[in-house]
C-alpha cells in the first residue's frame, strides 16, 4: 500500500494542529459536566486509580500527562458541539480506533 500523498490544504491543517494549545485540567472538566472519576478515566484510557491522584492533595498529587489534558479537551469540544457534528462524522470518528 502507498501513502496517500498530502495536498496543500492537508499540510496547513497540520500546521494548525501542530501548533493547537488543546487542554483542559481534569478539574475543570470534572466542573464543568456532570461526570465522575470513572467516566475521566475511560475517556482518558486510564485506571481510576490514577484519575483518583490527579484530584488528590499532597504526596499522592500526580499530574496527568499532556496527552490526557488533550483527551479532556477533546471530548469537552465534542460535548460542546455534539448536535452540530454529523452523524456520519461521529461512525467515522468512533471507527478509526485501532486503524492505521
Not at 501548533?19 to 475543570?28: G, N, S
Amino acid at each position: 500500500m502507498n501513502p496517500r500523498l498530502l495536498t496543500q490544504r492537508e499540510q496547513d491543517l497540520i500546521q494548525l494542529y501542530s501548533h493547537c494549545q488543546l487542554e483542559m485540567t481534569p478539574k475543570k472538566f470534572y466542573g464543568k459536566w456532570d461526570v465522575n472519576q470513572e467516566a475521566i478515566a475511560q475517556i482518558c484510557s486510564r485506571s481510576l486509580s490514577t484519575v483518583r491522584r490527579w484530584f488528590s492533595k499532597g504526596r499522592n498529587y500526580r499530574r496527568p500527562m499532556p496527552c490526557d489534558l488533550r483527551h479532556l479537551a477533546l471530548m469537552d469540544f465534542l460535548l460542546e458541539h455534539f448536535e452540530e457534528i454529523p452523524e456520519e462524522f461521529l461512525k467515522i470518528l468512533c471507527s478509526l480506533k485501532g486503524h492505521n
